[in-house]
């Protein structure tokens, strides 16, 4: 089992910034791909970035260039750098820990991007 606890969401003006941090305890590999997902009202989950153990990122082309994911493997924890924030960003953040058919999510925190 993996845990995952995510922090740093909060309700921050449009153009502001906001850093995402996910920890996982727990059963972890040494190889495993962490991500970060987001819901909006009445959507459906999308995938936001995703980053592998060698530091290989990805992003949804709606985040490229203002979000930055990265990860500290001593430290299992996984960040979220999100900058030049718009309304359209506004959802709840889930950080999910992947590993071939295993995969956890966390509990998700939630982001609000209002002025």
Same mark, same amino acid.
């Given at each position: 089992?993996?845990?995952?606890?995510?922090?740093?969401?909060?309700?921050?003006?449009?153009?502001?910034?906001?850093?995402?941090? *996910?920890?996982?305890?727990?059963?972890? $590999?040494?190889? !495993?791909?962490?991500?970060?997902?987001?819901? $909006?009202?009445?959507?459906?989950?999308?995938?936001? $970035?995703?980053?592998?153990?060698?530091?290989?990122?990805?992003?949804?082309?709606?985040?490229?260039?203002?979000?930055?994911?990265?990860?500290?493997? $001593?430290?299992?924890?996984?960040?979220?750098?999100?900058?030049?924030?718009?309304?359209?960003?506004?959802?709840?953040?889930? *950080?999910?820990?992947?590993? !071939?058919?295993?995969?956890?999510?966390?509990?998700?925190?939630?982001?609000?991007?209002?002025?």
């Amino acid at each position: 089992q993996v845990q995952l606890v995510e922090s740093g969401g909060g309700l921050v003006q449009p153009g502001g910034s906001l850093r995402l941090s *996910c920890a996982a305890s727990g059963s972890i $590999a040494s190889i !495993y791909l962490m991500g970060w997902y987001r819901q $909006a009202p009445g959507k459906q989950r999308e995938l936001v $970035a995703t980053i592998s153990t060698d530091g290989t990122s990805n992003y949804a082309d709606s985040v490229k260039g203002r979000f930055t994911i990265s990860r500290d493997n $001593a430290k299992n924890t996984v960040y979220l750098q999100m900058n030049s924030l718009t309304p359209e960003d506004t959802a709840v953040y889930y *950080c999910k820990y992947s590993r !071939y058919v295993n995969e956890y999510w966390g509990q998700g925190t939630q982001v609000t991007v209002s002025s």
